[in-house]
Every structure is written in C-alpha cells, then in structure tokens.
C-alpha cells in the first residue's frame, strides 16, 4: 500500500515537472517567431505611461514587450505571451522591476479592445501552484479603467 501512494505521488511529480517544461519551451518558441503583424500603443494617466508592443504571429499567437512607468515605481520591463478571444486579449506579462532583472514576476491581463482603443482590465487575481490566475467566475472591469491604450507608430531600434 505504501508502495501504491509512493509511485501515484511520483506520478504527480513528473507530470507537473513535465507540463511546465513544456510551457516554457513554448514561451521561447513564441518570443522567437518572426511576427506577421507589428503594432504599437500607449497609454497616458496622470504622471503614468505605458508602452506595449503587440506581435501578432502566424498561428494568432500574440507576443510583445510592455515597459509600465508607474509614478514613484521603478520601472516594469518585460514580454507579453498570449492570444485573443473574441475582441480581448488574455495574456501573461513577465517582467522585471527596476534594475532587479534576477527576479521575474509573472502576472495575467486582459485588454479589451474597443474601436481603436485598448482598455487595461481590472481583475481579482489569485495564486495556486505559483502561478497568478484571474479568480474564474469573477469578471474583469474594462469600464473603470485608468490605461485606455492608443495607436502609436512603433519605434525601430537597432
């Protein structure tokens, strides 16, 4: 019997180690792809600014890179991954905060596009297993929103 809930517990184990090595092999993969469709936006409030990077890829994948300056925050630098449904899009931000790049945070949004605008959503956001999550059958607010997002022309750097 103690041999049966060992192995299930191995069990387990592995294919938690398994599902999250496929993800971030996917993550790469999809921060790598050549984009078919490039777009640029921001959102002013206040003394806050937002620039977001959308790269619209072949399979309707979404990638980008997001830089949130917050006033009397450091700086929020990293990449967005993930995919419309219907006229929003639910996405992961990794990112670093200020000059700590070891530390990566990792949290869920939402942006709703109305017209030619993007409404930052507001949402009740839960952790499980390390991962942050929008809490299900709680809805994300896109009608009181401080970062409406516009079209802006990207900035090419090389």
């Given at each position: 019997m103690k041999k049966l809930g060992l192995f299930c517990?191995?069990?387990v184990c592995f294919v938690f180690i398994?599902?999250?090595k496929t993800k971030t092999i996917d993550a790469d993969k999809l921060q790598n792809e050549k984009p078919i469709n490039?777009?640029?936006y921001q959102a002013i409030y206040e003394k806050d600014t937002i620039n977001l990077e959308v790269n619209t890829?072949?399979?309707?994948?979404?990638?980008?890179?997001m830089v949130m300056k917050l006033e009397?925050?450091?700086?929020k630098i990293g990449k967005i991954i993930g995919e419309f449904r219907g006229d929003t899009l639910f996405a992961d931000y990794s990112f670093h905060?200020?000059?700590n790049e070891n530390k990566i945070f990792k949290n869920p949004i939402a942006i709703l596009k109305r017209g030619n605008e993007f409404n930052l959503g507001n949402g009740k956001i839960e952790n499980y297993l390390g991962a942050s999550y929008f809490v299900k059958g709680e809805p994300v607010d896109f009608d009181n929103v401080k970062y409406k997002f516009t079209s802006i022309d990207c900035v090419v750097t090389e």
């Open positions: 517990f191995l069990l398994s599902c999250k490039t777009n640029c890829l072949k399979d309707g994948k979404i990638s980008g890179e009397n925050m450091p700086p905060q200020g000059a």
